[in-house]
């Protein structure tokens, strides 16, 4: 068939406003195809990430929003004298808004000498000592530093907080390039946030042996009298609740991807559809030159595809490359999805319009490779 590429590729140029507008539709509902897929990707990592059931938070009970969070910061030192537990970390949360959003920038206030401990970063600009001798210094993740366009030294505030970029990170976990990292001293001291003494939640590092509902139920039971009553979770099912209600609006996406490509079946099989009509005397007079069915019907399936891979290509195409650029990701009470464009989705997209186009040219292309000559011939 590859002889026959010239001809087919004529013929998709002879209707090329139709073609045109076909693959614009196509490449656009494909765009919203990949879009959400990257927001399931993202959330699939988040809560997939198996390394998160070594370590658990540390949370105030019955609070659900960071800023209502309030533990006396001297839990952590109590905390991790407990047996199988590693370390534990007082970590002060501070985000510019605690609702679901594309644009929350979230702070977490840490001890210095233990954020390398606790986060697995890549330095890709900066380095550590200048974060570590300056009060009001921060490690800026890439998304943030890419959105927000900064750079090493640049000072920038965010609500309540001013720092300055000591450092820009990469992290082994995407949501994480959307984090920004503080002194906990500091965030504590900053005016109008008045929690000197008090962090928003505690993480704790479990060595190898230890179990973690078995250290849940010891760090609750032994705080439930107070001074402040907690509430223990792996880091995984932390997050999970957290994010539950966007794990159900993330579902309701899948159900638009799948619309999305229905919708781009039945925009491709019209178009088909159209061009086959246009062209019955046409294929009659190509079966009486010595072509088969199987020819006809190779033509018109290689149309579909075409047509199907070229809009998808270019929808699937602008999605990641905007992902790539962009840094997306989605916020809700100090947790991140980051919107993962990657090759697995490259793939999802150019399979889906090559699936798309083999169904959208079947039908019609079988009826005309079946059609008669002679009263094909008689069609005006």
């Known amino acids: 068939m590859y002889r026959f590429a010239p001809y087919v590729a004529k013929t998709l140029w002879r209707h090329r406003t139709r073609t045109l507008l076909t693959i614009s539709g196509t490449a656009v509902a494909m765009f919203v195809f990949a879009f959400v897929g990257a927001v399931q990707e993202g959330l699939d990592r988040l809560l997939n990430d198996t390394q998160q059931d070594r370590s658990l938070i540390v949370f105030q009970a019955n609070r659900f929003c960071p800023s209502t969070s309030k533990l006396p910061e001297d839990y952590a030192l109590q905390i991790g004298k407990v047996a199988g537990v590693k370390a534990a970390i007082p970590i002060k949360v501070y985000m510019n808004n605690c609702r679901a959003s594309l644009d929350v920038v979230v702070f977490n206030g840490v001890p210095p000498d233990k954020l390398q401990a606790v986060r697995s970063l890549t330095l890709l600009s900066g380095d550590w000592s200048n974060f ?45 390039d959307s984090m920004i990292y503080t002194h906990l001293d500091f965030l504590q001291r900053t005016p109008g946030l008045h929690s000197v003494g008090t962090v928003t939640q505690i993480e704790v590092l479990l060595d190898s042996t230890a179990n973690a509902q078995t250290i849940c139920r010891q760090i609750d039971e032994r705080y439930r009298a107070g001074p402040v009553a907690t509430n223990t979770r792996t880091k995984g099912a932390f997050q999970a609740k957290t994010v539950s209600d966007l794990i159900e609006l993330v579902g309701f996406t899948r159900l638009l991807g799948l619309a999305c490509v229905i919708m781009v079946l039945g925009l491709v099989t019209t178009t088909t559809v159209m061009g086959v009509q246009d062209r019955i005397r046409e294929h009659a007079v190509l079966q009486t030159l010595g072509f088969t069915g199987w020819h006809i019907f190779g033509f018109i399936i290689s149309d579909s595809v075409i047509v199907s891979l070229i809009g998808g290509g270019l929808g699937t195409g602008t999605a990641l490359g905007l992902l790539q650029v ?13 919107f993962l464009p990657s090759a697995s989705l490259a793939i999802m997209g150019a399979g889906a319009s090559l699936i798309v186009g083999l169904l959208a040219g079947l039908i019609p292309a079988c009826q005309a490779a079946r059609a008669e000559i002679v009263p094909a011939l008689r069609m005006a």
């Open 132 to 176: 570590e001798t300056r009060h009001d210094a921060a490690v800026v993740g890439r998304a943030v530093a890419q959105r927000r366009r900064l750079a090493v030294g640049n000072k920038f505030s965010i609500g309540a907080v001013t720092v300055t970029v000591a450092a820009i990170f990469q992290s082994t976990t995407p949501a994480e």
């Open 326 to 338: 962009s840094s997306f990701a989605l916020g809700t009470e100090g947790i991140l999805i980051a």
